[in-house]
């Protein structure tokens, strides 16, 4: 290959390398797509009620409605802008690995009348999963600060 032949293989893998490097900087479709599903849905199961077990799932969508879709459809009510941007802000800077870092070690209270409950967070990345009779929870975490707060406005109402 002589010089100018080489010269314009060298620039040419340099603007590929160039165009590879600025489409790395880019966020992906995928990011740009606004996460679908619930912001929170919480499944209590367990314990003992006049009809048999307890339970319920109350949803928390993205837009702030909040409603139990089991064991009856029920509206609750809608959160708060405030509410929503903060509880929506935890969700998404959540340490969900260290949160289960901290793994149950007792016996789960539905073996004995009791309740567990099972969190599921939608964030960018997909749902993430936290069960009570899983995970050690510490109610002092921003996420469970956040839901919690979310929630009481939502009974208050």
Known sequence: MSNPHRIRAVVLLGVVAAAVAACQSIPSVASLVPT???LVTVTVHGGECPEGACGGTTVIERNGRVHQIAPVAAELGALDPNALTALGAAVNTADFEAIRARPFTGECPVAFDGQEFIYEFGTPGGTERIATCETELDPDDP???????????????
Do not use: E, N
């Open 36 to 38: 679908p599903g619930p």
């Open 143 to 157: 996420l469970f600060v956040a839901m919690s707060a979310a929630l009481a406005a939502v009974q208050d109402r």
